[in-house]
């Protein structure tokens, strides 16, 4: 543990509110920041704190009535430290015991989890090191224990190291005050639907994207990206004053990474190589995705009932039979399907926007969908682009689709498994990257969305989910307690704090954690892929880490000279 000098003493606490602890004379309270990761010695036991609260204190009431005057540093000096001092509230979150066990000669620790090593607290199973075994704090420790600042050994012990032959650990930043890596578990990361979360620009998309690298470079998982505002298959733009751009998947992972694109003209104006188009067709549209983007296409219930008549009689082909009738032919289906004419009529003229969508077609010449399910079979990455179409209407329409059916062939490769067994029949893991989450995953339309059934089912089909939004407090709760690990940049917002802790046991202490992150490159990590809430400066997405990754080509070739590489020698890179 720590061997530098002690900050301060615990001085009183309770397990459900916390530590107070009184820093010592020599210690400046200004050096003493929220978020800041400390350890607490007491008799038997180390404690693992997150620091949540600071505060000034005085022994006297007559200092506060009378204080010294800025002028007079002597007095200041003989008050510090003891007339006047600085207290910390801390919130323990993990602890070990440093008993010898006499069975072993090794340390007193808690029961190991027989599925995944590690102790359970609450709504986190906390993992262990190889070389201790860290338990849920189930006491406090006694009076006058002394804390010390968090040393590189400590922030190994609890989040482990990236080398780690035995994980597929990722580097996600580091602490606020220290150049030590924090890691997340890769394969506790996919195991269930995750959300990325921050009010605009404070970095959701170079979050996004560097978790993703993580992902695709470990092979935790194959990742199916809806990128909205084509951000993540190819380069984009960086934010800050000076024009400049960052590398996209395709280019870090060239032969593991493929680009379909509903706008070709807008892709090729990018420059980006080997991008497959995308066309849709009007049989691939079911009546639950028009419920989904009812308040885009402005559709009464009555219109939706009406839909349901349409799908009955006409099946797949029921769109276009709508939208090729005439008045006459309206007025005779709804006298022998007692449908409302009224609401036809209005079905039809609202769903006639949908023709005006370049993608969408009366038949597709080929099923652009298994040819991306068949991509994910094989182990690669697909980045869906958008294009100038980014409104809300193509995005939740063609998301939802396309997710649908890739849900409904995981649940049949799922089934096949579970009766084989046979380890060669079981589907990689797929995760699917979805933006502005709160509009597929609202409460009124979340029970009628393939997005809520994936977040239910949590990895019961090898699906789960990676939301990335602004409003979190839009989403289901029910939906908000089942996100596994949140990865939550600044908010603002009172509900949306309120909704990053949905369902977390504890958490009252980490919301002045939460309101007090620094606008850019700061994040607040907590759940199932972190054995204890953590603050972060995150890692830089820039050549450093294209390096580190295993990337060393693109900032130094010309795009001819990288586009022929990729063709000619297909390189996996980072592996």
Known sequence: ?????????????????????????????????????????????????????????TASMRIMANPPLPEDDFLQAVLAGSSTYGTLELSPMLMLIREPAKSSGGYLVGAKNPKSGGVSLGSFELQTSADMELMPVKTIPSHFSQVYDASEQDFRAVFG???????????????????????????????????????SGTGKSFLTRLLLSGVIRRKAAVNLIFDMHSEYGWEAVREG?????????????????????????????????????????????????????????????????????????????????????????????????RGHKGSIMALQRKLMRLDNLKYMRTASPKNYINQILQALEAGKHVVIEFGSHSDMLSYMLVTNMITRRIHKAYVQKAEEFL????????????????????????????????????????????????????????????????????????????????????????????????????????????????????????????????????????????????????AAAKIDIGF
């Open 161 to 199: 190291w990236e080398d780690d032959p035995h994980r597929r650990n990722f580097s996600i930043g580091q602490p606020l005050d220290m150049e030590v890596p924090i890691c997340i578990d890769l394969d506790r990361f996919v195991e269930r639907s995750n959300g990325v979360f921050g009010k």
């Open 419 to 566: 009766h084989s067994k046979n380890p060669s029949d079981r589907p990689l893991p797929l995760m699917i990257t979805i933006e502005e989450a709160h509009r597929f995953l609202d409460p009124a339309v979340v029970r009628s969305t393939i997005f809520g059934t994936i977040a239910r089912e949590m990895r019961k089909y090898f699906v789960t989910l990676l939301v990335v939004d602004q409003r979190p407090s839009g989403i289901d709760n029910e939906v908000m307690s089942q996100i596994g690990t949140r990865i939550t940049a600044l908010l603002n917002d009172e509900k949306d704090i309120d909704a990053i802790f949905t369902g977390v046991s504890g958490a009252g202490n980490l919301r002045s954690v939460l309101s007090k992150l620094d606008s850019k490159q700061q994040a607040l990590i907590l759940g199932h892929a972190v054995p204890m809430p953590v603050v972060v400066r995150t890692r830089p997405y820039d050549q450093t880490f294209y390096n580190e990754i295993g990337d060393t080509c693109w900032a130094e070739k010309p795009d001819d000279e990288v586009f022929a590489a990729e």
């Open 241 to 337: 004053k000076e024009f400049s751009t960052v590398k996209g998947l395709r280019q870090l992972f060239p032969g593991q990474v493929e680009i379909y694109t509903l706008d070709p003209l807008s892709t090729k104006r990018r420059g980006v190589r080997d991008a497959q188009e995308l066309y849709l067709s009007y049989d691939q549209i079911e009546v639950e995705d028009i419920k989904l983007v009812r308040n885009e296409l402005d559709l009464s219930d009555a219109s939706e009932d009406n839909a349901n008549i349409l799908h009955s009689e006409f099946g797949t082909s029921w769109i276009v039979q709508l939208l090729n009738m005439t008045n006459e032919e309206i007025t005779a289906f709804c006298e022998e399907k």
């Open 1 to 57: 543990m720590s061997l530098e000098q002690p900050l301060g003493s615990v001085i009183q606490g309770s397990l459900t509110k916390g530590l107070e602890v009184r820093l010592h004379p020599d210690v400046s309270v200004e050096e003493m920041r929220v978020g800041k990761f400390l350890v607490v010695k007491g008799f038997r036991s180390d404690f693992f704190c997150m620091l949540t609260d600071v505060t000034l204190g």
